[in-house]
C-alpha cells in the first residue's frame, strides 16, 4: 500500500515597486519588482515510494518551502532572477537570464537539483536446483533504499551581431551521486549473483558553440560540441568463488573459467571515461507559399578512452514540403547514415586445472576440436541504413481527409549474419464527417520485410549424446561438452515479421454535447516464413466500445467494453543444462 498525505502552507509577498500602471509608465527607470513566498509542507508516506514519488522527496513531517523571483531592467538591459529551496538540499532550484544592448547580448544559467530513486532487486526468487545446476544468491546490502541525486547546470550565452548573425556558446554540467544496485556473478561450483551497493560520483561536460545565420528564407547554423564522462567514485571490487565440480567439489574446472577465487579481489561494475565530438551543419529554405526544404549534416566520433576503443557516425537527411494547390501537400524525407565501431581482441584467459583427468592441461589442450578461443569481436551496432518517405495529403472536401504514404528502409550490416534488410512500408488514412453528430476515421498500413533480424543457428541441437555422463564427470568419451551443443544447433529464430497487415477502423457518434457513443476495432498480422524449421506469427484483435453521457455539468457518466485476442506462434528450444 502506498499513501502519501500532504498539507502545503505558503503565504507569498509580492514586491512591486511601481504602484500602478500609469505610474510605471510615468518612471523614467523602471524599478525591480519581485515575488518571495514561503510556507511548510507536512507529509506522511506509507509503502514503497519508487513508483509513487519516483522523483519527489517526499519526507515524513514537516518541511520548509521558500521561492524568491526578482525581475527588472529598462530598454538597454533586462534581467530576471529566479530561486527555489524545498526544505531538502537535494531538491532546489536557481536561474538568472541577463539581456543586454538592447537584446543582442544574451546570457542565461541555471541550476536544478532533484531526486531519483532507484530499484533494489532482492534477489529472492534465486534458489534452484537442476540436476547438478544450482543458482544462488547474496544480498551484500539487504533493505537498502537505493538512490541518486542529480544536478544539471546550464549555461548559455549568445551575441547577435546583426540581424542576420549570430554566435553562441553554451555549457552543460550533470552531476550524479548516490547509491545504486552493482551485481556480478561466479560460475562453476554454482552460478552465484552476488549483489553490492555501488557508490556513483559521476559528471558529465558538454561544452557547444556555434554561429547562426539568418538571411531572409533561407537560415543556416553550425554546432560544435564536446562531450566527457567520468566516474569519481572508486570501481568496486569482489572475490569470486572457487570454481570447482559442483556435485564431487574436485578442483577439475579451473580450466573452464578465466577467473575465481585464486585470482584475488577483482573490479566489477566499472564506468569507463568517455569523450565524444559532434560537429553539426542545419539549413532550410522557405519556398513560396508554404513549402520548405530543410537538411543536416552531422558527424560524430566517441571513444571509451579507459580500454582506447570507439565509434563514429556520419550522417545527414533532408526533408522537403511541396503544396499542391490549397487543399494538398506532398512531403519527401532522405536520411542515410553510417555507423561504424571498433572490433575487439579477446584474449582468453587459459588456465590450467589442478587435478583430474586434465589435470595441468588447459581446456583447449583438453579438447582440441574446440580452438580457437582467441577472436576478433565485431559490434552489431555497426550499420548502414538508408530511408525514404513520400507522404500526400489532400482533403477533398471541407469535412474529410486522405492521406497515403510509402517508407523504404534498407540497413547492411557489415559483421552479422544477416547482411542486409529491406522494408517497403504502405500507409493510407482517411477522415470523413457527413454530418456534425457523426465522423469516421480509418487507417492502413502494409509492410514486406526482406531478411529481418535474425538469430541464424540459435535452436535445434543434433542429438549428440543419448545416455548420461557416468557419475556426473565432465570427461570422458561419452562426456558431451556444451561447444559440441553450441556448433550443432539448426534452427534460425526470429522475433520479426516478413509481412505486417494493420487495420484500423474508428466511428464516433456524438448526436448532442451530453451523449457520445464510439466504437473501434484494430486487427494485426505478424507473419515470418523465411525461418528454416519453422514459422513466426502474431495475431491481434481489439474491439471496443465507449459510450460518455453527460445529463448536467455537474454530473458525467462513462463507460466501456474492450477485447484483446493476442496470439503468438513461435518455437521454443532449450539445451540440455545438467553438468
Not at 509577498?13 to 524599478?31: C, D, E, I
Not at 531538491?91 to 538592447?102: C, E, P, R, T
Not at 537498502?144 to 555549457?171: I, Q, R
Request: hydrophobic share 35%; with cysteine; net charge negative.
Amino acid at each position: 500500500m502506498r499513501m502519501r498525505l500532504i498539507l502545503n502552507v505558503t503565504l507569498s509577498l509580492v514586491l512591486v515597486a511601481a504602484l500602478s500602471g500609469r505610474v510605471l509608465a510615468q518612471a523614467p527607470q523602471p524599478k525591480p519588482e519581485g515575488i518571495v513566498s514561503a510556507g511548510v509542507l507536512a507529509g506522511s508516506n506509507d509503502g514503497n515510494q519508487n513508483r509513487l514519488n519516483e522523483y519527489e522527496i517526499a519526507k515524513d513531517g514537516a518541511l520548509g518551502q521558500f521561492g524568491a523571483q526578482l525581475w527588472g531592467g529598462n530598454a538597454a538591459f533586462k534581467y530576471d532572477l529566479l530561486a527555489n529551496y524545498s526544505g531538502d538540499s537535494r531538491d532546489q532550484k536557481y536561474g538568472a537570464y541577463f539581456a543586454a544592448f538592447g537584446g543582442r547580448l544574451k546570457a542565461s544559467v541555471a541550476f536544478d537539483r532533484f531526486l531519483h530513486r532507484l530499484d533494489h532487486d532482492p534477489l529472492d526468487y534465486m534458489g534452484a536446483g537442476i540436476g547438478n545446476f544450482v543458482v544462488r544468491s547474496t544480498d551484500h546490502d539487504p533493505g537498502t533504499e537505493y538512490s541518486t541525486t542529480n544536478g544539471l547546470l546550464t549555461t548559455d550565452v549568445s551575441f547577435a551581431v546583426n540581424k542576420n548573425v549570430e554566435f553562441f556558446v553554451g555549457h552543460k554540467m550533470v552531476m550524479r551521486d548516490g547509491i545504486h544496485q552493482g551485481l556480478t556473478m561466479s560460475h562453476c561450483a554454482n552460478c552465484h549473483v552476488e549483489s553490492f551497493g555501488r557508490k556513483l560520483d559521476q559528471t558529465t561536460n558538454t561544452l557547444a558553440a556555434g554561429a547562426r545565420v539568418n538571411a531572409g528564407r533561407f537560415t543556416a547554423d553550425y554546432t560544435y560540441e564536446n562531450r566527457t564522462f567520468e566516474e569519481n567514485a572508486p570501481t568496486p571490487t569482489n572475490t569470486y568463488d572457487n570454481a570447482v565440480h559442483p556435485v564431487s567439489l574436485l578442483d577439475i574446472f579451473l580450466n573452464r573459467v578465466q577467473y575465481d577465487d585464486g585470482n584475488g579481489p577483482l573490479t566489477f561494475d566499472l564506468f569507463p571515461k568517455f569523450t565524444k565530438q559532434t560537429n553539426t551543419v542545419r539549413a532550410a529554405y522557405a519556398l513560396p507559399g508554404d513549402g520548405a526544404v530543410s537538411g543536416n549534416f552531422t558527424h560524430s566520433s566517441s571513444n571509451n578512452d579507459y580500454s582506447d576503443f570507439g565509434s563514429t557516425f556520419t550522417g545527414g537527411h533532408a526533408r522537403v514540403t511541396i503544396p499542391l494547390g490549397k487543399r494538398a501537400y506532398l512531403k519527401g524525407l532522405f536520411r542515410k547514415y553510417e555507423i561504424e565501431t571498433e572490433s575487439v581482441f579477446v584474449d582468453v584467459v587459459e588456465q590450467t586445472t589442478p587435478a583430474g583427468p586434465g589435470a595441468g592441461l588447459t581446456y583447449a589442450q583438453l579438447y582440441p576440436a574446440m580452438l580457437p578461443l582467441d577472436y576478433i569481436t565485431e559490434s552489431a551496432a555497426s550499420r548502414s541504413p538508408t530511408e525514404m518517405a513520400l507522404e500526400l495529403a489532400f482533403k477533398p472536401g471541407k469535412r474529410s481527409s486522405i492521406n497515403l504514404g510509402y517508407e523504404y528502409e534498407e540497413v547492411t550490416r557489415e559483421s552479422f549474419h544477416v547482411e542486409k534488410t529491406t522494408t517497403s512500408l504502405f500507409k493510407a488514412a482517411a477522415y470523413w464527417r457527413p454530418d456534425k453528430t457523426l465522423s469516421l476515421r480509418a487507417r492502413y498500413e502494409q509492410a514486406m520485410i526482406s531478411d529481418p533480424f535474425t538469430n541464424i543457428h540459435a535452436a535445434k541441437p543434433a542429438a549428440l549424446q543419448l545416455v548420461p555422463t557416468p557419475g556426473g564427470m565432465p570427461f570422458g568419451p561419452l562426456s558431451l561438452q556444451y561447444f559440441e551443443m553450441y556448433d550443432s544447433r539448426m534452427a534460425n529464430l526470429a522475433a520479426h515479421p516478413t509481412d505486417t497487415l494493420f487495420l484500423e477502423g474508428t466511428a464516433t457518434w456524438s448526436p448532442s454535447q451530453m451523449f457520445t457513443v464510439s466504437a473501434h476495432y484494430r486487427y494485426r498480422d505478424q507473419q515470418n516464413d523465411e525461418l528454416n524449421y519453422s514459422t513466426w506469427g502474431h495475431d491481434l484483435h481489439m474491439p471496443g466500445v465507449e459510450v460518455y453521457v453527460a445529463p448536467s455539468p455537474r454530473f458525467t457518466m462513462a463507460a466501456g467494453w474492450g477485447y484483446q485476442k493476442d496470439t503468438l506462434d513461435t518455437v521454443f528450444s532449450t539445451l540440455n543444462f545438467g553438468g
